[in-house]
């Protein structure tokens, strides 16, 4: 989304933009400000970063630092919005490659550590705040939402393009599924120690085939009526807040 | 384990053991620190209750504090094996009563509640120094085996006194399995806002036939491979540390 937006915003003749870097003035103050942020996340810690610092730092007024980001949940926000992009530019040449599920999950999973591993330094002491689903920095928050749903859609890019034949009725819950799978893969990432963390990336591997055979198995019959419950617990449960209360059909009463 | 310590040391004659209370003085004093403690997480924070204030409070001197408790983070043990008594009391109530595995899954996850209620308002707090698994304070680390492993054996007992037909390779690693979903749940209950901590019991009382329903596909012919793998990634990734290296057979080289 980051990079669409600075490419459309090149394209249309940015004041005061050189020539190998097409970006306005504004983009670029934007982007300074949050690897300073970033930077300083990284030296300091999230919780001792003030937004006071990073505009210091950066080299901008403190105004100027808020109108770019009202609050330092604001820059977790632009964070996550340019490893979002980074990781859909990295997972979309393995997608333009691989037909086949697991390699395409896999390709999806793995492309995310390698975007992610510059910030597993301050990810262990940032989680701290973001583990609360009700914090604005939270994988669920309603703040987090265009983060979220840019990368339910590159799983539902990921499903789509291969040879799938899983539970029709399961198809539409089936990126979120995914995504909650990827959440789980983060927070083991977040506190492995392992060197490059390899057992990430490990049990990324593992998973990915483990994931597809269960969304293959998902069509039989016998397993229908587990695969319905599952679906009704995460959208009564775990879903509700991510996805947002309407626009999700539930006929039924609640099962007991 | 407390509880029954308690009864043990009460049965050979505690000196200036009451008629109504028969525990050892030494017993009482550490039973005090505890609820002092308790008390103090709730008023203050975890994070900035300190030793010499639990000491203080509880009218002891420090070196007799630390004579019970080598440190904080054996306080919060001694709190985890404190509800883990409390706990498998009131859930051996049900679980001497029901036959059918969901109820006394469910029997097992409501009671926790219960008696986890009164520490409510410091979990969220304390679970931000919990979710790191090198913590000492997580479920997952060495110090907090013993009350791990009560733990465990408690979902054995609802398990052996079911009529379960699940499959027989799962069947030593589902207690454990069990336990984790108890940690979700627990983890689920941690962020409750609703009155009552009623979506927690809500989550508890739909997945716990749920979970009753896995177990006995479990056995299904077409689900044995998925099952395995599972089974491998759990010994692989997850359990290991809870588990301890030793004592679980894995005969093949990694599934990949």
Known sequence: ?????????????????????????????RTLILETALRLFEERGYDRTTM????????????????????KEHLVQGFYERIGAEHRAAARTVLAQERNLT?????????WFDVAEPYHGFAAQFFRNAADPDSPLSPFSP????????????????????????????????PEVLWLHQMGLVLYWVYDRSPGCSRSRALADRTAPLTARAVALSRWR??????????????????PTAAGAAGRGRDGPPHT
């Open 52 to 71: 006071r610092a990073v505009a210091s730092e950066a080299g901008v007024s403190v105004g100027n630092a808020y109108y770019y980001f009202a609050s």
């Open 1 to 29: 989304m980051a990079g669409e937006a600075k490419d459309a915003e090149g394209a249309v003749g940015a004041p005061g933009g050189g020539a190998p870097r097409r970006r306005p003035k504004s983009e670029q103050t």
């Open 103 to 111: 390699e395409r999950l896999r390709g999806v999973y793995l492309t």
């Open 222 to 239: 016998v397993l229908r009526p587990l695969v319905r419950d599952v679906r009704h617990v995460l959208e009564d449960f775990v879903l």
């Open 143 to 174: 703040e987090s939402r265009p983060a979220r749903e840019a990368a339910v859609a590159l799983l539902r890019e990921a499903l789509s393009g291969a040879r799938v034949n899983g539970d029709p009725e399961l198809a539409e819950l089936l």
